[in-house]
């Protein structure tokens, strides 16, 4: 009888776990990957996920490597060619592609293209067994496996369990690992709408007295809202017929884009910063939002999870067998992680509370750091440098 079903599971389906399960399709280890949803592969071309992603180039890269890129179908992306940032007073602060000698400064794609490629991928990886449509409720761990037991009653254990299923995810909970979370009493609105006036690919962010508004480019003139406002605010923008929300959120964006009109439904998410105490334990280690989360506002949530990736691939290919759950090789992946998670969440937390002050003089400051730092070429190169490589 075999001891293990697999070298590693990986628990979660979604961007971040299905990436790893990708990741790790050469390696000499078993991996099956369980995903509580059936897969989508399939939806009329003119309906868009109102959930899109500002891809990094290094999640780019990382995505062309394990040969998810390749699977996506060009008429579903759009390149960035330019940020325009506003602040509340009348600063602003603006970045394009090519003063910063790149060919774009991210990719616009949407969550549900992007799972679509991964799932194709993973079809021609011959060392993943994918597991659609059960969940993991029950969990064992030993000192020689972590045993899972599934919604349709069957056992599954593995030298390592990874946990890549969300920002509450069970795991996390299930192996004891405590977490710090700070709601931030605001939700991201989300919603697509196609445009009067072409958006030449340029993204833009309004910091806002009420919240904090993106438009991020989509193809065929159209674009996708990020609204992340108080909790009041959601409840009535939700509560707007489509007509009347399209008015407001163009109204909101200075008209820039012209006349809206919805094409999607509207959808909200709670924003809460999680911090787990740690993201390893003997024979389990976290990945993307369940090891952490972080406010929208500068789209990175699913790149530090691609990060997560990178660096806990790349130590699970080098480490035999036997030593997979050890907690001391995993140690070495948190380690990695601490500095730029920590980082991206410092950076975003800070952010969203200076935007979120009403105080005067704060505002004041605030405008004022955004029109310095346009006027500063090469702090701007900085910037998007450490953007496009985070
Ligand atoms: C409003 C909003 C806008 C955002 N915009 C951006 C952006 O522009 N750029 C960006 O980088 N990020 C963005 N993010 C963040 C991004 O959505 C997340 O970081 C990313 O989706 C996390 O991926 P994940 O795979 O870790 O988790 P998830 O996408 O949550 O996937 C978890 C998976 O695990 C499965 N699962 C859970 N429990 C079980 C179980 N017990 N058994 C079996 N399966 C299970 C679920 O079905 C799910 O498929 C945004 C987030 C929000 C809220």
């Not at 009329?44 to 990382?62: F, G, H, K, N, T």
């Not at 931030?184 to 009420?210: I, L, M, T």
């Not at 691609?306 to 759950?325: C, I, K, M, N, S």
């Amino acid at each position: 009888m075999k001891a293990y079903d697999a070298d590693v599971i990986v628990l979660g389906g979604g961007l971040v776990g299905s990436a790893l399960a990708l990741a790790l399709r050469h390696s000499a280890h078993e991996v099956i990957l369980i995903e509580g949803r059936e897969p989508q592969l399939d939806w009329p071309v003119e309906s868009w996920d109102q959930r899109v992603y500002a891809i990094s180039r290094a999640s780019q890269q990382l995505l062309a490597e394990i040969g998810a890129w390749a699977q996506l179908r060009p008429a579903r992306l759009c390149p960035v060619s330019a940020m325009k940032i506003r602040g509340d007073g009348h600063s602003q602060l603006d970045f394009s592609a090519l003063d910063s000698g790149v060919d774009a400064l991210a990719t616009i794609l949407e969550n549900r293209e992007l799972q679509r490629a991964l799932w194709l991928a993973l079809g021609e990886a011959p060392n993943v067994r994918i597991m659609s449509g059960v969940q993991a409720q029950q969990l064992e761990i030993s000192p020689s496996a972590a045993t899972l037991t599934l919604s349709d009653g069957q056992q599954l254990s593995a030298r390592l369990l990874v946990g890549a299923d969300g920002a509450n995810s069970w795991l996390r909970q299930q192996a004891g690992i405590e977490v710090k979370t700070r709601p931030y009493g605001q939700a991201g609105v989300v919603a697509n709408f196609a445009c009067e006036k072409p958006h030449y690919g340029v993204a833009q962010q309004w910091f806002r007295p009420d919240g904090i508004l993106a438009f991020l480019p989509l193809p065929d003139q159209q674009m996708s809202m990020v609204w992340s406002c108080a909790d009041a605010l959601r409840d009535e923008l939700l509560q707007l017929d489509p007509a009347a929300l399209a008015a407001r959120v163009a109204q909101a964006g200075s008209m820039s884009l012209g006349a809206l009109q919805l094409i999607t439904p509207t959808a909200a998410f709670p924003l809460r910063l999680n911090q787990p105490e740690s993201i390893v334990r003997a024979r389990v280690a976290l990945i993307g939002d369940a090891a952490h989360t972080v406010h929208p506002l500068a789209g990175q949530g699913v790149n530090l999870g691609f990060g997560d990736v990178q660096e806990l691939a790349q130590l699970l290919q080098q480490t035999p067998a036997e030593r997979l759950g050890d907690v001391l090789v995993l140690r070495r992946y948190e380690r990695a992680r601490r500095e730029p998670v920590l980082l991206m969440q410092t950076v975003c937390d800070g952010l969203q509370r200076l935007f979120d002050t009403p105080h005067p003089l704060v505002k004041a400051m605030r405008n004022f750091g955004l029109a310095a730092t346009d006027q500063l070429p090469w702090l701007k190169r900085q910037l998007i440098r450490h953007a496009m490589d985070s």
